[in-house]
């Protein structure tokens, strides 16, 4: 996890400069602005036809003369991944949340950076079925349900933006997250949660792709 975090806040150090060089440069004629932001996760409808997964996400915030975001992102998803069980089938969904905020600008004309934090938690379930076969016997199938799981984790979070015009951007989020707090005692142990990842990786790297409406209040 170390060396992921290192370049995310060695690229933002780097480009530090630019940032403040923008801002003394606006400051005398700046005011202050506020926009309040919408943005879809266009890259998780692209995942649709691969079978193994269902994701949906939207995100809200504030964004504060151009450099202090304040996000909140609400998301559902519903996984079937291939390799959790060998001999048998699994499902994972529920709804996530994420919360957190973001400071950075412009680094070259309609092109911004931030970098930020965000923690988020998600209420979901898994079920399954484990298959065993005999030779002798007929196959033996064992189902399993846990409902009611919660689990949470925070993300550290650069956000790349490319300003199209003046209400639309494209932009990407990287994200590194670590898992807070999931206490795994389940027989099967629960492989996925749904806007973290699996469980047994305890920091996750993850990459999303977003186009945002932008309404200046």
Request: net charge neutral; no cysteine.
């Amino acid at each position: 996890m170390k060396r992921p975090l290192k370049y995310i806040f060695s690229t933002y150090l780097a480009l530090l400069p630019l940032l403040v060089s923008g801002q003394e440069t606006d400051s005398v004629s700046a005011k202050p602005k506020i926009s309040f932001d919408i943005a879809l996760d266009y890259g998780k409808i692209f995942t649709l036809p691969s079978g193994f997964e269902k994701k949906m996400e939207i995100a809200a915030g504030i964004t504060i003369k151009d450099k202090l975001q304040v996000i909140g992102e609400l998301g559902y998803g519903q996984l079937t991944p291939d390799d959790a069980i060998k001999n048998g089938s699994y499902e994972s969904s529920g709804i996530y949340y994420r919360a957190g905020l973001a400071y950075g600008g412009e680094i070259v004309p309609k092109n911004y950076l931030a970098l930020g934090f965000m923690y988020g938690t998600s209420n979901f379930e898994d079920q399954g079925t484990i298959i065993i076969e005999s030779e002798v016997w007929a196959d033996n199938l064992i189902d399993f349900h846990h409902p009611g799981l919660t689990a949470t984790w925070y993300e550290i979070i650069l956000i790349s933006e490319r300003q199209m015009n003046d209400r639309i951007f494209l932009g990407s989020k990287f994200r590194l997250r670590k898992l807070l707090n999931f206490n795994n005692d389940y027989e099967p142990e629960v492989y996925s949660i749904p806007g973290y990842g699996r469980t047994f990786d305890n920091s996750i790297p993850a990459f999303n792709l977003f186009v945002k409406y932008r309404l200046k209040l």
